[in-house]
Each structure stands twice: as structure tokens, then as C-alpha cells.
């Protein structure tokens, strides 16, 4: 597509419950990657997808969460068992791979209540 | 590791000036550096990617510069505009590792007031 798209847009969900969050790369990035925004807070990586190769899941604040990106195109973020916490706009980006200007979504903002 | 530092935090400026904001690196071994903008309740916005070949990126009233020797990036907005007004953000990966994450700074909240 012509952009990063990402959905839902919004999402309320109750403390306890999953969620899943959906990225939609640029056609031909090879890079993927998911930052969360808590309010006013700075940019957290999370995870990051190259072609291929295993996952950098450094990022990633707990085994609550967690990535897939299926035929190196659509990702999708689960978080289990949500916490008030968890409460943030989750952002995704994508590229060429290394060298080359990210593009971000225009993200998710969770709500946990 | 890789830190980004940006000054000031916050800049409230009457229309028309020129202004620059700073954006610093603890390690210079980068391939690129990429400005972005953030407007309140949304996603970021590329403004400009400098690579580390480059010293400078040009875009129409914005100009950033990178010194890759003294760690140091500045984004110069010429005859600032309301509509300038948000939040900019420096990232640079994080150092020789070719291809992996953008480590991005705390940003800067720019006010153009009318």
C-alpha cells in the first residue's frame, strides 16, 4: 500500500483481557518494527523483523507480549492478560532494512480499563 | 549503547523566526540519522534522512545538519509558521550494528505562536 497502515485505530479493552494489534508494511520493506508511546513518554522499541532472520525481541517488556509477522508482510502484536499499564499508542514502522528512513503508522492507542 | 539527547525539551517562539533544534549521539558510528515530527495524538512524520555520508539534507524551510565527529545533529526551521507547531523527534541506530532499531530522543515541543 501506499503507507503504514495500522488497526484498530482505538481500542478499549477490559484489565485481563488479550488484544491483538495489526501492522500492514509498505509493499517490498523488508523491515519491520513495533515502538510503544506511553503518554508523555519517549519512544520504546519493542520488537523488530528483518526478512527472514530471527526476530529482535529485545525490546519486548514482558512474556505477556509478543510478535508474529507472517510471509514477511503483515505483523501482528498480541499482548495477554492486559494491565493498566500496557495503556499506550503502539506504533509501527517499516523500511528497506538498515540504511534506509523508517515510515511509521499512524498507530493504536490501547486503553486498558 | 546508543543515547539521543535533544535541547532544549520545549521552545515557544513568535511566527517568522528561525530556529534550531539539537540532537545529540553517544555513538557515532552511524549509517544514517532521520528527523521526525509528531503532531499531538498522532503517528510520526519523516521530515528529513540524512546519511552519514551527507552533512546536510535540505527540504524547503527545513535544513538538517550532521557531525558525525562531535555526535551532534541540528534541524534549522526557517521563518517558523503556526502550523510548524509539534513535537520533533531525532533517532539514530544504534551504532555499528548495521540494520537494527532506531534509538530515538525525548524530542523537542515547538509552540509558533501568531
Known amino acids: 500500500g501506499a503507507g503504514v497502515s495500522q488497526s484498530p485505530s482505538n481500542k478499549v479493552t477490559e484489565k485481563g483481557k488479550d488484544v491483538e494489534l495489526r501492522c500492514d508494511p509498505i509493499?517490498?520493506?523488508?523491515?519491520l518494527y513495533w515502538y510503544r508511546q506511553s503518554l508523555g513518554q519517549g519512544l520504546e522499541f519493542l520488537i523488530y523483523f528483518q526478512g527472514n532472520s530471527a526476530p529482535d525481541k529485545s525490546g519486548l517488556p514482558s512474556d505477556r507480549f509478543s510478535a508474529e509477522r507472517t510471509g514477511g508482510s503483515v505483523s501482528t502484536l498480541t499482548i495477554q492478560r492486559t494491565q493498566q499499564e500496557d495503556s499506550a499508542v503502539y506504533l509501527c514502522a517499516s523500511s528497506f532494512g538498515g540504511g534506509y528512513g523508517y515510515t511509521f503508522g499512524s498507530g493504536t492507542r490501547l486503553t486498558v480499563v | 549503547k546508543q543515547e539521543v539527547t535533544q535541547i532544549p525539551a520545549a521552545l515557544s517562539v513568535p511566527e517568522g523566526e528561525n530556529l534550531v533544534l539539537n540532537c545529540s549521539f553517544t555513538d557515532s558510528a552511524i549509517y544514517n540519522l532521520q528527523w521526525f515530527r509528531q503532531d499531538p495524538g498522532k503517528g510520526l512524520t519523516s521530515l528529513l534522512l540524512?546519511?552519514?555520508?551527507?552533512r546536510e539534507q535540505t527540504s524547503g524551510r527545513l535544513n538538517a545538519s550532521l557531525d558525525k565527529s562531535s555526535g551532534r545533529s541540528t534541524l534549522y526551521i526557517a521563518a517558523s509558521q503556526p502550523g510548524d507547531s509539534a513535537t520533533y523527534l531525532c533517532a539514530a541506530p544504534p551504532g555499528a550494528e548495521y540494520g537494527n532499531k532506531l534509538v530515538f530522543g525525548a524530542g523537542t515541543i515547538l509552540r509558533v505562536k501568531s
Open positions: 540524512i546519511q552519514s555520508s551527507q
Open positions: 509493499s517490498g520493506h523488508t523491515a
